[in-house]
C-alpha cells in the first residue's frame, strides 16, 4: 500500500475533528462520548481526549499521542481507545484517519457477533466481499488492538464484537461517509433478514465492483494553462 501524506496539524484540522463527533451524535451513529476519532500528523497522531463531551471540545483539547510507544505521561489523557487507534495508523499508512463510533444498527450485529455478507454492491467500499467482525477484547487493551491490526489490514470497515464499529479514511470527510455507509449496510442486511433471507452477491459480482469503484466519482478538475 502506499503511504498517505499526514495530515496537517491545523486548528482546520482539528475542528474537523471535532466536527465529525458532534455529526455522529446528530446523526444517531453514536451516544456520548463512546466515540472517538483521530488523524495522523507529522508529530504522531491527533486524537480526542477522553470522557470529554463533544459540546465541550476546543481545538486546543485535541490531544497528540506518538506513533508509537506510550502517551507523555502526566499529559492530557487520550481517549481511552488509543491503543487501536494507534496500531491502525501504523498497520494502516494509506489511511490517515480513524474513526470508531457505536451505531445502533452496528452494533445489535457486532453483538450478535456477525460480519456483513455481501447483501448490498456498496460492501465493496469497505474493501472487500464483506464486513468482517474483529474478536472481542476489552477496550483499550493490547489484545483488542492487535485484533483491529490483523482485520482491517485490507479493509476499511470493521464491526467489533460485543462493542460497535470502526472505519479508516483518506480524509475526514471519508472516514464520516464509510461510517454511515456501514450503518446503513447493517440496517439493510438486519431488515432482509426479516421474513426471508438476502440473497448474497459472489465474490465474483464484489470484485466488479471494486474494479468499477476505481473509476468512479469525478473527474479531476485541470488547471486552465495560460
Known sequence: MTPAAPLPDTEETRQALIDACLWMNERHLNQGTSGNISARIDSGI??????????????????T??????????????SSEWPFHQGLHQARPDMPVVLHAHPPYCSILAVQRRPIPACHYMIAAFGGADVPLADYALFGS????????????????CLMANHGATVLGETVDKARWRLEELETLARTYLFSSIGGAPHILSDKDIAEVLVAFQTYGPRPVKQSEG
Open 46 to 63: 491527533l486524537i480526542t481526549p477522553s470522557g470529554v463531551p463533544y459540546e465541550a471540545l476546543t481545538p486546543e483539547a485535541m490531544v
Open 142 to 157: 493490547p489484545e483488542l488492538c492487535a485484533n483491529m491490526a490483523d482485520i482491517m489490514s485490507d479493509r476499511h470497515g
Open 65 to 78: 499521542i506518538p506513533l508509537s510507544g506510550l502517551p507523555e505521561a502526566g499529559g492530557p489523557k487520550p
